[in-house]
């Protein structure tokens, strides 16, 4: 059984990490699996949103600390940062990937999985969710996976502080308090609820909604509001060009679901 379960219904893929008795830890094979299907959605047009959730009980507790081995056992640094980078490759194909990912976040996300919900353009959490850099618990910085990149652009600098110092734990009204999720439902509504936002965002041309999730990348670390004005500019004539224009004003006037040309993976 693949560690990574994917499931495709039209244009959503339903991505689960299923490792249910280790609550979905990172084991070699998941991180191969999950960096693989990241990479690969580059060139994907059949594939417009991607939802990220984890079988059972949890998201994602982070690295198999189990699967490991001996922490005391000698690596060179050179395999240490080839092993490091696998993993860390991840979250640079999940942000590079033209489709928004939809994480659903259910109980732990804890080190490596906390850096897998960053790393997703929306995030739905259950009441249950407990959020943390786990690494810096274990000997590690906190500065791991994306963590110190996305956290502090969420939520500033002195709150990232607060939890990459210490390892707190952020919960479901703290992570809502902070904007790092957009809805706290019940379990049983965390798949209906990721189902209406994918909705939603299919009522976007596929253009327009690649070039959204590009242009919202790069206007992080834009140099100012011209550099990202050219950008929008640029990409209003690029989609307002494109043969689904004319599809997607029509279904808003005639207020029905859009019916965009089928693409091929």
């Known amino acids: 059984m693949a560690d990574l379960d994917l499931h495709q219904e039209g244009e959503v893929v339903w991505a689960t990490m299923n490792r249910p008795t280790r609550l979905n830890a990172?084991?070699?094979?998941?991180?191969?699996e999950l960096r693989e299907f990241f990479v690969g959605l580059y060139w994907r047009r059949d594939v417009r949103v991607v939802v990220l959730q984890g079988a059972g009980e949890a998201f994602c507790a982070g690295l198999d600390l189990k699967e490991r081995g001996d922490p005391q056992?000698?690596?060179s640094i050179g395999s240490g940062l080839t092993r490091q980078r696998e993993i860390s490759e991840i979250v640079i194909a999940m942000r590079r990937c033209p489709q928004p990912i939809i994480a659903c976040v259910n109980g732990a996300a804890a080190g490596g999985g906390f850096a897998l919900a960053l790393a997703s353009d929306v995030r739905i959490a259950?009441?249950?969710?407990?959020?943390?850099?786990?690494?810096?618990?274990i000997g590690l910085s906190a500065c791991d996976i994306g963590v110190s990149y996305f956290l502090p652009r969420m939520v500033g600098s002195s709150v990232a502080a607060e939890y990459m110092l210490t390892g707190r734990f952020i919960d479901a009204e703290r992570a809502y308090q902070l904007g790092l999720v957009s809805r706290?439902?019940?379990?049983?509504?965390?798949a209906s609820e990721a189902r209406a936002f994918a909705d939603d965002m299919?009522?976007?041309?596929?253009?327009?909604?690649?070039?959204?999730?590009?242009?919202?990348n790069h206007a992080l670390d834009a140099q100012g509001l011209e550099a990202v004005i050219a950008m929008e500019d640029r990409n209003q004539i690029l989609a307002s060009s494109d043969g689904d224009f004319q599809e997607g004003v029509a279904a808003f006037l005639e207020k029905r679901s859009p019916?965009?040309?089928?693409?091929?993976g």
Request: aromatic residues 4%; hydrophobic residues 40%.
């Open 202 to 216: 299919l009522h976007a041309t596929p253009l327009g909604l690649r070039l959204t999730k590009e242009a919202l």
């Open 259 to 264: 019916r965009y040309a089928k693409r091929e």
């Open 184 to 190: 706290v439902v019940p379990k049983d509504r965390l």
């Open 126 to 137: 259950t009441p249950s969710v407990r959020m943390n850099a786990a690494f810096i618990r």
């Open 26 to 32: 990172l084991s070699r094979g998941l991180v191969t």
């Open 73 to 75: 056992a000698p690596r």
